[in-house]
């Protein structure tokens, strides 16, 4: 303990370079044990030398400080405890702010780890609001982050910004972050959603379709969803479809981007990521408006070669299941159903809720042979 | 004229020098001095007045004049000297700096653009671009402005190429972007369009026209690539059924009286094609009756059908041109033509048209099956089976 203590006084700015070096590293190799994070955590000197770190003139140094907060924010406590004191400290250390900054930096060689740590941060979901508000007090920041985002060339040193995905999934988290996203004015959803079939990195991909998911479990924006221009029901069912030929007839059911798929057409490789989204698809099934829509749009014509394709190929049981959940509503005709809004209109027992819970377990071991 | 203002002066002092004036004395001296000028003028030196426009050609006299010319002179026109002047000050490069001689381009083309001169708003703007400023904000306005020329006569290729140029040497020219958005999208460059509506959405994110550019340039784009994979499909579908198709006809070794010798026997979906016009699906069947040269077709007939349930569907609706009712089932006999060898053979009525299309005779013809249906034993009969026939000659 009183060694890593003596480590701050090398890791002051106006230290030497090799010595603030050497700490550093020594730090950073610290970080990645459980023990020397909770070293690390407990002194908020050191942490305090971290943050002053990053904004070294020494790349290598400014790197390895922002890789320590990485580690130092991995876990739910140790996020909250950094940002807790980056607030704390005089002058504050704006973590938040730098950290979009040199996202947004085309020129920045950070940009990737920083959006790490603020991908960790806004995991904690007692944080959200206040990171959100940060990120929402300047106009142009959003915007400017989907369009880091988008851009797949964005950065000019290389940085992937894969981790992205995954911050506007956690920022999506809370109802704001939602309303952010779905509004028309930014158009953020648009540009982020073609991610969700973005084969080169499963960050992104993961990132995107949990955006999805936290939208679609928001009845607010079923409508949004739903709307003619299917952007993101092409997006959530895109990683669900394969090669397989329909009829003339079909197709034209289809959304346009989802007609005549060529051979090459492959499915989403994560069983994880599949299911999320057929629960995605699930949540849409709630009101009698939106299930004539998805059956109108073939909805139950891509899940029957989905389902082939999953106890043939995909072999997930789970995802089988959650496929089987969206066809058992979409088969029955209205009339059957009998009730405009399932989540609404229906109260499962606590008791029965357990039960259904057992009956599913049960039957998914008997998907599979 | 300065002689008759001297005269004039001269008067009034003698006027002046005089007082009361009568009637009669005005009147005496108003005719003096009418008898004065007359006089005057009868003096003056008798010529023409040549200076001036000739009468019968003053409107094109006026037209030539650069007040009064209703339009510009078109490049080869000879043109008036006061014109030349006018325009050696205003184009002239020893006259003018770069700067201003592009300024002055600039301004015709402003002014042609006003009045809808495209064409010549290009040439001017073309010139001033010629007229080798260096400044970048002059050199913007005109690609701009020539963008915009070329852009209302619908070269939308140019525009957009001079509308980036623009954009080149003022990277924030907002209304240079926005044409070049506009013509991307005109030449269905979508990536390019969907980018140059970002570029303005990010700086005024309320811009409806680019929003609605942008959302009709995404389903212009989806539609397309979706056509493309359609057109794909439909192309393997095609060729799929082709390979059936050519399986099947090598399986049975049919032949074709218009495959070339000596080429290796390849069945091509041209020798498929029927080359009798109103046929246009793929297997074919054809009767012809040579009497009345009336053909009747049928498609899609099941190759184990025999020749005689097609005899039967043709004769089920009684044809207008046979009167005597000589075609009928069991009254006529049925041929099919050998070209290669100038031969015809009789069909055994009781085959089925596979069987008769594996006979060693039987040629495919034109894409088609053919055949020849005659009354039995009739003068019609035997002026079928003597006609001429000479064996197909190979180029």
Redo the contacts between chains.
């Keep these: 303990m009183d060694t890593v203590k003596e480590l701050v006084q090398f890791m002051q700015p106006n230290q030497r370079l090799d010595l603030k070096a050497v700490a550093l590293t020594h730090v950073l190799g610290l970080t990645g044990s459980a023990e020397g994070k909770e070293a690390i955590l407990s002194l908020d000197d050191m942490l305090m030398a971290i943050f002053g770190l990053t904004y070294d003139d020494n790349h290598t140094v400014a790197k390895d400080a922002v890789l320590s907060l990485i580690n130092l924010t991995a876990e739910e406590q140790g996020a909250v405890q950094v940002f807790e004191l980056a607030k704390k400290v005089q002058p504050t250390f704006e973590i938040v702010n730098v950290a979009a900054k040199q996202i947004c930096d085309d020129q920045s060689d950070l940009a990737d780890p920083w959006s790490m740590v603020l991908s960790n941060l806004t995991r904690v979901e007692s944080l959200v609001h206040e990171i959100l508000a940060i990120l929402e007090s300047s106009e142009q920041t959003l915007?400017r982050l989907a369009?880091a985002f988008a851009q797949l060339d964005y950065n000019k040193k290389k940085a992937r910004l894969h981790y992205l995905a995954p911050i506007f999934c956690n920022l999506t988290q809370v109802p704001r972050g939602r309303e952010l996203c779905c509004q028309a004015?930014?158009?953020l959803l648009e540009k982020l959603l073609p991610f969700a079939s973005f084969e080169a990195s499963v960050v992104r991909r993961g990132g995107t379709i949990g955006i999805l998911k936290n939208v679609c479990f928001d009845a607010v924006y079923h409508d949004v969803i739903l709307n003619e221009?299917d952007s993101i029901l092409v997006a959530i069912l895109q990683p669900l479809c394969g090669p397989e030929?329909y009829s003339d007839e079909d197709?034209e059911k289809l959304p346009?981007?989802l007609?005549?798929?060529?051979?090459s057409k492959t499915r989403e490789e994560d069983p994880d990521l599949r299911k999320m989204l057929l629960e995605c698809l699930l949540q849409l099934c709630s009101t009698r408006r939106s299930r004539d829509i998805l059956r109108a749009k073939g909805i139950y014509e891509i899940l029957r070669e989905y389902h082939k394709w999953e106890a043939k190929v995909g072999r997930d049981s789970d995802c089988l299941l959650a496929c089987e959940n969206v066809v058992d509503i979409l088969i029955k005709k209205e009339e059957e159903i009998g009730l405009d809004n399932y989540k609404t209109e229906v109260e499962v027992p606590a008791d029965q809720s357990e039960k259904f819970v057992q009956e599913d377990a049960a039957y998914v071991k008997t998907l599979l042979d | 004229m300065c002689d008759f203002f001297v005269l004039r002066l001269n008067l009034m002092e003698e006027l002046a020098a005089q007082k009361n004036w009568t009637d009669e004395e005005r009147l005496e001296l108003a005719a003096r001095l009418d008898a004065e000028l007359d006089a005057f003028i009868e003096g003056l030196e008798k010529k023409r007045y040549e200076e001036g426009w000739p009468e019968d050609r003053w409107q094109e006299e006026m037209d030539k004049h650069p007040f009064f010319m209703k339009k510009a002179p078109q490049p080869g026109d000879e043109v008036h000297p006061m014109f030349e002047g006018l325009q050696k000050l205003k184009y002239d490069p020893e006259e003018n700096t770069r700067d201003e001689l592009a300024l002055n381009y600039k301004e015709d083309g402003n002014f042609y653009m006003k009045h809808k001169k495209f064409r010549m708003a290009v040439y001017s703007f073309s010139e001033g671009i010629k007229s080798k400023t260096e400044n970048p904000d002059v050199l913007a306005v005109l690609y701009n402005n020539r963008s915009a020329a070329h852009y209302f006569i619908k070269n939308y290729r140019s525009a957009l190429s001079d509308a980036q140029r623009a954009l080149f040497y003022k990277p924030d020219y907002t209304k240079a972007r926005w044409r070049a958005a506009q013509c991307a999208h005109e030449l269905d460059k979508f990536d390019v369009c969907t980018q140059l509506c970002?570029e303005l959405?990010?700086v005024d994110?309320?811009h409806k026209e680019a929003?609605t550019l942008l959302?009709r340039t995404k389903?212009k784009k989806?539609?397309t690539?979706?056509n493309q994979?359609?057109e794909?499909?439909e192309a393997?579908r095609r060729l799929t059924r082709f390979h059936r198709l050519k399986d099947a006809i090598e399986q049975r070794a049919i032949k074709f009286d218009d495959q070339r010798l000596g080429k290796k026997k390849e069945v091509t979906e041209e020798l498929l094609r029927p080359k009798f016009l109103p046929l246009e699906d793929h297997p074919v069947h054809l009767d012809n009756y040579p009497e009345f040269l009336f053909s009747d077709f049928q498609q899609q007939l099941p190759e184990t059908a025999t020749m005689s349930d097609c005899l039967a569907t043709l004769f089920a609706e009684p044809m207008s041109c046979d009167k005597a009712n000589n075609y009928r089932q069991g009254n006529v006999h049925v041929y099919y033509e050998n070209r290669k060898a100038g031969l015809v053979h009789k069909v055994a009525l009781e085959k089925t048209i596979a069987e008769t299309i594996a006979e060693k005779g039987f040629f495919v013809s034109g894409g088609a099956l053919l055949f020849y249906v005659v009354p039995k034993d009739t003068r019609i009969e035997q002026e079928f089976l003597n006609q001429q026939r000479r064996p197909m000659v190979y180029s």
Excluded at chain 1, 259 to 263: G, I
């Design positions: 915007p369009k004015r930014y158009q221009q030929e197709n346009i981007e007609q005549y798929l060529p051979e | 970002e959405l990010e994110v309320d929003k959302h389903m989806l539609e690539e979706r994979r359609r794909a499909a393997k």
